[in-house]
């Protein structure tokens, strides 16, 4: 059975660019990617880093569970250079990829390793305005509003635009 995920790409080290093309090509042996947003350089958010984000927002459809899904996008983040700090906790680090599942089909799961919706999307203008691009009119399954209305009152204003 297809599923339909929304996958929020994000890098601030190195070749950006590269690392979310890299990311992109391998994540469609996941599955067939049936769109993608444009890539966007984005401020980073509730962190101090010298270079600035790019990222993207991509559908895929794909045979995957949740679950897999994201030990397969562990994998990915593990080959393109993504270290995982033991203090993750204690903030948010550069990196060279992360991937994150906003949303899987209308699901709601909520488990030790994996929270879906994404519990922090309507707080992130980076991954509210790419996702408005590509679905502008998804309804959050828990919050009840569209993408576009959770990007009208998004409380982060930081500074983004297509890269």
């Known amino acids: 059975m ?10 601030n080290m190195g070749d950006r660019a590269a690392h979310i093309e ?10 067939e990617m049936t769109a993608k947003s444009g890539v966007y350089k984005t401020e980073p958010w509730k962190m101090d880093a ?15 569970l ?3 899904l994201l ?3 562990l994998e990915i983040e593990q080959s393109l250079g993504r270290v995982r700090s033991a203090d993750a906790g204690e903030g948010y680090t550069s990196r060279t990829i992360d991937i994150d599942i906003l949303y ?8 030790a390793t994996l929270t879906i919706p994404h519990p922090r999307i309507q ?12 679905n502008a ?4 399954p828990i919050l009840h509003q569209t993408q576009f209305e959770l990007l009208k009152t998004c409380p982060d204003q930081s500074f983004l635009e297509l890269a």
């Not at 890299?22 to 599955?31: E, H, Y």
């Not at 009119?137 to 959050?140: A, G, I, L």
């Open 71 to 73: 030990e397969q996008i």
């Open 2 to 11: 297809k599923h339909k995920a929304y996958l929020l790409l994000g890098s």
């Open 137 to 140: 009119s998804y309804v959050h």
């Open 50 to 64: 010298s270079q600035w984000f790019f990222n993207q927002v991509v559908e895929l459809e794909t045979d995957y």
């Open 22 to 31: 890299k990311a992109n090509g391998k994540l469609r042996a996941l599955g």
């Open 104 to 111: 899987f089909d209308d699901e709601v799961i909520n488990n």
């Open 123 to 134: 707080e992130r203008r980076f991954a509210l305005a790419p996702m408005v691009e590509l």
């Open 66 to 68: 949740p679950q897999d």
